[in-house]
């Protein structure tokens, strides 16, 4: 991540395009669906955006309610984003973000630096700060893609294997909690009820100390190193910290639709909250929530300690 105050973010790429088609991809509904969004819409000229404006941006499971602020062609685009963001269970929750494009000629290139601004100072604040700025890193890796090479790579960008987890680097606060130092973990905000993790017999104030092996001090070793294992099959060892101990379980990542976010039949975001509410009620009803013993997984009772093997 690019240091910056902890209100915002910065991304930044150079693009072998001339600043007609990066503008164009970026500032118009057409654009962005062709790298970005799966549907927009405008209230204004879809091919002349300007201040008023309001864009309805769906990227899956999050769908975006944005106000146009600034628009100056080839040049600036800013937005007011409103983002409605649906958990694997259905539950929405929105975030309000401001985002700014900027566009300069270099040396044959386009420089694109991403702005964005407007995160609170608490835990869930910084948990959307970490989560935006890895977002839009591969999204833009995507744009560059698709206006390079003619690639739309988002399925593969985004369908990584997922734990079912809502997960932020260890903050002071969250240290005091668990004993594990700042920087020095993943913490587990929630859980989800029939994820790997539930499964796994992870729980909610969990630290992922490692995956596999590999250390995940940080949001963004997390997000890397549970990528590493897109297209591979099996177990893969969690080593994390619960109560000042360490131990070690197993899981089998999912790459369900629930957890990736992609909506590869293009749902709306109404259509994708009913499904996985009824999925949700589904399971819940026929224990398979409580359980947890799908895919060879053991349960907390089974496991003799809360799910997890003794410590390592």
Known sequence: MIECPTDRTRNVTYLEAAPEQVWWSIATTE???TYL???SSTTGDPSLPKAGDVYTLNYG???NQSVVVESVPNRRFVLSDAYQSLAP???????????AFTLEESDGFVKLSLQVQGFAEDTYGQWLR???????????MNLKSVLELGLDLRTELFSYPRL?????????EQSRETGVSVGGGNYLLEVFPNSPAQKAGL????????????????????????SSYSGKKGPVSVTF??????HETTVLLSVEEQFTGLNKESLSLEEIKQRRELIAKSRSASGAIWTGTENGMKTAAENGEDGAAGAQ
Do not use: Q
């Open 31 to 33: 654009g962005t669906n």
């Open 61 to 63: 499971d999050i769908e």
């Open 130 to 140: 970490e989560c935006l700025e890895m977002g839009w890193r591969r999204s833009l």
């Open 37 to 39: 969004t799966y549907s």
């Open 164 to 172: 079912g987890v809502t997960n932020c680097t260890v903050n002071p």
């Open 203 to 226: 729980r909610a104030h969990d630290v992922i100390l490692g995956i596999g092996g590999r250390r995940t001090a940080v949001y963004g070793d997390f997000v890397r190193v549970i």
């Open 89 to 99: 269970d259905g539950k929405a929750e929105i975030f309000y973000v401001n985002t």
């Open 241 to 246: 910290s619960r109560s000042g101990k360490r």
